[in-house]
C-alpha cells in the first residue's frame, strides 16, 4: 500500500496520507496529493506486507521513521 509520510525540516515524522489515486481527469498523473510549509519533505514509500499493527499515532510515527531511513 503506497503511503505519504510528511517530514519536518529536522527528518522527523509529522504525518503520514494513504490516499487512493483519483480517477478525475482534473488530477495530473503523478501530481503529490499533499501540500506542506516550508521546510517539510513529501516521502512517498510502499508500505511493505506484514507491517506492523499500530496502537497510537507515535508508535506509527516511530515505524515510518525507520522505514524511510531504510529507503533511503
Same mark, same amino acid.
Given at each position: 500500500? %503506497? +503511503?505519504? =509520510?510528511? +517530514?519536518?525540516?529536522?527528518?522527523? #515524522? *509529522?504525518?503520514?496520507?494513504? *490516499?487512493?489515486?483519483?480517477?478525475? &481527469? $482534473? =488530477? &495530473?498523473?503523478?501530481? %503529490?496529493? !499533499?501540500? +506542506?510549509? @516550508?521546510?517539510? +519533505? #513529501? /516521502? $512517498? =514509500?510502499? !508500505? &511493505? %506486507?506484514?507491517? @506492523? $499493527? #499500530?496502537?497510537? &499515532?507515535? $508508535?506509527? /510515527?516511530?515505524? !515510518?521513521?525507520? !522505514?524511510?531511513? /531504510?529507503? %533511503?
Amino acid at each position: 500500500m %503506497k +503511503t505519504y =509520510v510528511i +517530514t519536518d525540516a529536522d527528518g522527523n #515524522v *509529522i504525518g503520514s496520507a494513504h *490516499i487512493e489515486a483519483s480517477k478525475s &481527469p $482534473e =488530477v &495530473p498523473s503523478g501530481a %503529490k496529493p !499533499l501540500a +506542506t510549509m @516550508p521546510g517539510h +519533505t #513529501v /516521502h $512517498e =514509500v510502499e !508500505l &511493505p %506486507k506484514g507491517f @506492523p $499493527e #499500530v496502537k497510537s &499515532p507515535d $508508535e506509527l /510515527h516511530q515505524h !515510518l521513521a525507520k !522505514l524511510i531511513k /531504510h529507503n %533511503k
